[in-house]
Every structure is written in structure tokens, then in C-alpha cells.
């Protein structure tokens, strides 16, 4: 069954840092999504991209992150100076070009620990 | 911005006992998906439902949407330890096609023996 994948499941970092999360959705999406959870809160959206460019971004989406599709297969976040507070599960999901009407696929998430 | 409250936060439930989850939201329902979330894990996809009325069941697992309410529910028969997790509702933010979803506070599952 094809999945979305996330790597790296852990990463551990020094605030101020860069962090990239990877991730590499199903292979016949076009849309494709960034959300995190902070430990016991809710899954939050981030960001979501289509046609290689960013379609929405939330609130929490700001200059210190970015998107970035470099190939056909990778999508990416960066967080360019890590805070305390960006430390999260981080999911990745893609859904197909019928966009209303199957499912949201998710990764296993990454989880970000930033000291 | 739409806001999803889940009811009840927690359930402890004994093996076989029913239960249902409530999912109700601020804003019109556009189409509304259940998942589950195991701790410190991924979402997993139960079913996504689109229009007023519409059930859907898999397994022990029944979903129903109340577009009037904007409201869903969602029923375990039969409950088994495996049901035990973080069970999500999610609700598309508008019919276009980029739309993300926002998500419940979920609800947390334990099933005893």
C-alpha cells in the first residue's frame, strides 16, 4: 500500500539552529501538506502546496519557515533558527488531484526536539 | 476560523461495551474525516464523510454526519482493546481544492478487559 514517508523520525537540536524535515509523499499526489502537534495539543496546519507554490499558510507559518519541493518526490521543511517553541511532531500529507474527495494520507511524522 | 470540539476529551470503556464520540463544529461542514492516532504516532484514515446524512461503517466502526448540526458522530460497537488510541475529526476549511483540514482536540480511548 503506498504511504508517506518522513525522515528523520527523531531530531534533537540547539535552538538557533536549521532543521530540515523531509518528506516524500505518494507518488501520484499534487497536494501536499505540512501540520505539527505540540505534546498533548492539537494536530495545527501549517502549510499546504500545490503547483509548486504555496496554496495557504497559517499563522504559525512564518518567515522562519519555509517549503520547498527540489525534485519530484521530496517535500520539505525548513526551520531556519530553531526555537524552544517549534518543538513538535511534525506530519507531512499529500492527497490526490481529487482533492475533496478521498483521503489525506499522513507520514509517521518527524519529531522535533529542540534544546 | 473553524473551530472543532470533540466530546468526551477521555472514555474509559470495558471490552465489548459501545461507545460514541462527538465531533461538532463552529462553521459549516464541507466534508469531515475521522482518524486515528496512536500515541506519538502517525493519523491513521478511518473514513471521510461529505454529505448531510451520510453514514459510513468499517468494521466495528460507524460514522454519521449531520450537516444541519454540523455535528458527526462516531460509534464503536463491540469495543477491543485495539480501538484504544486518539481518535481525530477533521473538517475541510472549504470546497477548494487545496483545502486543509482542521482538526479536533480529540479523544482519548482506553479500553479495558
Known amino acids: 500500500e503506498p504511504e508517506v514517508t518522513q525522515t528523520p523520525s527523531h531530531q534533537v537540536t540547539q535552538m538557533g539552529q536549521e532543521v530540515i524535515l523531509r518528506c516524500v509523499p505518494i507518488?501520484?499526489?499534487?497536494?501536499f501538506y505540512w501540520y505539527r502537534q505540540i505534546l498533548g495539543q492539537k494536530v495545527e496546519f501549517l502549510v499546504s502546496?500545490?503547483?509548486?507554490?504555496?496554496?495557504?499558510k497559517s499563522e504559525i507559518f512564518d518567515d522562519q519557515f519555509s517549503v520547498e519541493r527540489p525534485d519530484g518526490s521530496n517535500f520539505t521543511l525548513k526551520i531556519r533558527s530553531t526555537k524552544l517553541e517549534d518543538s513538535a511532531m511534525y506530519f507531512c500529507?499529500?492527497?490526490?488531484?481529487?482533492?475533496?474527495?478521498?483521503?489525506?494520507?499522513f507520514g509517521e511524522g518527524s519529531r522535533l526536539t529542540v534544546l | 476560523s473553524q473551530e472543532l470540539e470533540q466530546s468526551p476529551q477521555s472514555l474509559i470503556v470495558q471490552e465489548g461495551k459501545n461507545l460514541t464520540i462527538n465531533c461538532t463544529s463552529s462553521k459549516t461542514l464541507y466534508g469531515l474525516y475521522w482518524y486515528k492516532q496512536k500515541y506519538g504516532e502517525g493519523l491513521i484514515f478511518l473514513m471521510m464523510?461529505?454529505?448531510?446524512?451520510e453514514e459510513k461503517s468499517h468494521e466495528k466502526i460507524t460514522a454519521k454526519l449531520d450537516e444541519k448540526k454540523q455535528q458527526s458522530s462516531l460509534h464503536i460497537t463491540a469495543s477491543q482493546p485495539s480501538h484504544a488510541g486518539i481518535y481525530l475529526c477533521g473538517a475541510l476549511s472549504s470546497t477548494g481544492t487545496a483545502s486543509k483540514l482542521t482538526f479536533g482536540t480529540g479523544t482519548r480511548l482506553q479500553v479495558t478487559l
Open positions: 464523510l461529505q454529505k448531510g446524512g
Open positions: 500529507a499529500s492527497r490526490t488531484a481529487y482533492a475533496n474527495t478521498g483521503e489525506l494520507f
Open positions: 502546496f500545490y503547483n509548486n507554490e504555496i496554496s495557504e
Open positions: 507518488s501520484n499526489h499534487l497536494y
